[in-house]
C-alpha cells in the first residue's frame, strides 16, 4: 500500500447550481488519524461520501492506495479495502452484536484482518454493557452505532472513513471508539474523522472547513482528551 493511501486535490463537488465542495484538497499518510471538523453543511459529509464512492466529483482528483478512483462506484472501492462508515451505522437487525464482529471478519477485502482487536473489540462491548447474543434491533441506538463501527473496524482496512462516529455517545463510549481508531491506525491503516468537537482527539491532524474548503489545518489538534 501507499504510504500515503489518501490524497485529495481540488476536489470540487456541485449539485446543480449549490457547490458544496470547492478545490479541495487534502492528504493522509499511513497510520495517521485525520480530523475533519466543521459545522452542519460544511462538506465533512460530502467529502466522505466521495472517498467511499457514493457521491461522484463535479472536477479534481481522489487517489486511494496510490490508484485513481474517479467514477468508481462504492463497491470498486470497498475492493481497495476502504470503509465507510456513516453516521446512521448499518447493521443487519435480526444479527446479534457477536454474529456481526464474526461476519465482519470473514468478509474482508486487505487480507490482513486483526484478530487481537476483534477481540478487544468484544471485549470492550462487553465491558460496555452492550448485549452480545441479542438482536441488534433489540439494541439502544448507541449500542447500535457502535456495533456498526466496531463491524467496520475488524476487517483491518487500509482506510477507515467515519462520519460522527462519537454522535450521542457518552464518555466511556467514546474512549473505547477512539482507543479503537488509534489501535487500527497502529496497524497502518489510515483514518479520517469527521466530527463536530475537536478536543477528544489532540494529537491527531486537523482540517478545518467551512463552505466546503479547508479553512485552516494543523499537525496537531488543540485542545485536551
Same mark, same amino acid.
Given at each position: ?102 461476519l465482519a ?25 452492550? $448485549? ?14 457502535i456495533v ?6 475488524? $476487517? ?65 489538534a488543540k485542545?485536551?482528551?
Open positions: 500500500m501507499s504510504d500515503r493511501p489518501i490524497i485529495v486535490s481540488s476536489l470540487t463537488v456541485a449539485f446543480g447550481n449549490l457547490t458544496v465542495l470547492h478545490t479541495l484538497s487534502l492528504r493522509v499518510d499511513s497510520g495517521a488519524v485525520v480530523f475533519i471538523h466543521g459545522n452542519n453543511g460544511s462538506g465533512k459529509s460530502t467529502l466522505l461520501n466521495c472517498l467511499g464512492g457514493l457521491v461522484e466529483p463535479t472536477s479534481g482528483s481522489i487517489r486511494l492506495c496510490g490508484v485513481k478512483t474517479n467514477g468508481w462506484h462504492a463497491n470498486r472501492i470497498a475492493r481497495l479495502g476502504v470503509r465507510l462508515v456513516p453516521q446512521e451505522s448499518y447493521t443487519f437487525l435480526s444479527l446479534t452484536a457477536l454474529q456481526h464482529i464474526q471478519g470473514r468478509h474482508n477485502s486487505t487480507g490482513r484482518p486483526d484478530r487481537k482487536l476483534s477481540v478487544e473489540l468484544v471485549d470492550g462491548m462487553r465491558c460496555l454493557g452492550i $448485549p452480545l447474543q441479542i438482536p441488534v434491533a433489540l439494541l439502544s441506538g448507541g449500542q447500535r452505532h456498526g463501527i466496531a463491524t467496520g473496524l475488524v $476487517p483491518g482496512p487500509n482506510i477507515l472513513l467515519l462520519d460522527e462516529p462519537l454522535a450521542d455517545l457518552g464518555d466511556c463510549a467514546s474512549r473505547f471508539v477512539l482507543s479503537a481508531l488509534r489501535r487500527l491506525a497502529d496497524t497502518g491503516a489510515a483514518i479520517i474523522v469527521a466530527e463536530h468537537g475537536v478536543s477528544a482527539f489532540a494529537g491527531a491532524a486537523v482540517y478545518s472547513l467551512a463552505d466546503g474548503t479547508v479553512v485552516s489545518d494543523s499537525d496537531v485542545g485536551g482528551s
